[in-house]
Nanobody, 122 residues
Framework: QVQLVESGGGLVQAGDFLRLSCVAS????????MGWFRQAPGKEREFVAS???????YYAASVKGRFTIARDNAKNTVYLQMDSLIPEDTAVYYC????????????????WGQGTQVTVSS
């Protein structure tokens, strides 16, 4: 089992930045692929970014160039640096872990955190 706890969300203005963190406990963190997903009010949860155990990264088109995913295996932590935030980024952000075949597919991830709220005002 892997437990995931997100933090770092909050209320910011458009153009600001936030850094989300997700700390994992349980089995060996370094062997897992990690992903960030988000769910806006009234919408389905969608893929944001992923980083494989081999540090390969992948981004949704809507965040590419603004968001950066990174991992620190020594700290069992994955980060999501979010720059140039826009109101459309408002959502609950979820961290996920798994042995992934398709990094953008939610079904590839076995473990999920509870989420952290990000609100971007205009």
């Amino acid at each position: 089992q892997v437990q995931l706890v997100e933090s770092g969300g909050g209320l910011v203005q458009a153009g600001d930045f936030l850094r989300l963190s997700c700390v994992a406990s349980g089995r060996t963190f370094s062997g897992y692929d990690m992903g960030w997903f988000r769910q806006a009010p009234g919408k389905e949860r969608e893929f944001v970014a992923s980083i494989s155990s081999g540090y390969f990264t992948y981004y949704a088109a809507s965040v590419k160039g603004r968001f950066t995913i990174a991992r620190d295996n020594a700290k069992n932590t994955v980060y999501l640096q979010m720059d140039s935030l826009i109101p459309e980024d408002t959502a609950v952000y979820y961290c996920a872990a798994g042995t992934v075949v398709s990094s953008a597919s939610q079904s590839s991830y076995a473990y999920w955190g509870q989420g952290t709220q990000v609100t971007v005002s205009s």
